[in-house]
């Protein structure tokens, strides 16, 4: 089995700083891309920034760009998101999703962590 577990959300206040992490664990071959997501109450889960395997190619929502940085530490099999200069529409539950591979011949599946709570007050 696989496990997603994810920290370091809270409460800030705005333009405040958070650091996410979350540390895949369980039976792990390789994990190619990662992932953060968010979903504000009442809305979709959305994408917020992915990071390719060698953490060569990022991408992120325009919402975020120029404030939030993906990155990871492939010996952790961790993934961070730094949020900085943070805004009350930045409240969501954060979730982190990444594709494992879990045997060497084996297929590449998508798993989620639980969702960590981030809330921007203005």
């Known amino acids: 089995q696989v496990q997603l577990a994810e920290s370091g959300g809270g409460l800030v206040q705005a333009g405040g700083s958070l650091r996410l992490s979350c540390a895949a664990s369980g039976s792990i071959f390789s994990i190619n891309d990662m992932g953060w997501y968010r979903q504000a109450p009442g809305k979709q889960r959305v994408l917020v920034a992915t990071?390719?395997?060698?953490?060569?190619?990022?991408n992120y929502a325009d919402s975020v760009k120029g404030r939030f940085t993906i990155s990871r530490d492939n010996a952790k099999n961790t993934v961070y998101l730094q949020m900085n200069s943070l805004k009350p529409e930045d409240t969501a539950v954060y979730y982190c999703?990444?594709?494992?591979?879990?045997?060497?011949?084996?297929?590449?599946?998508?798993?989620w962590g639980q969702g960590t709570q981030v809330t921007v007050s203005s």
């Open positions: 990071i390719t395997s060698g953490g060569g190619t990022t």
């Open positions: 999703n990444a594709a494992i591979q879990m045997y060497m011949l084996g297929s590449t599946n998508h798993y």
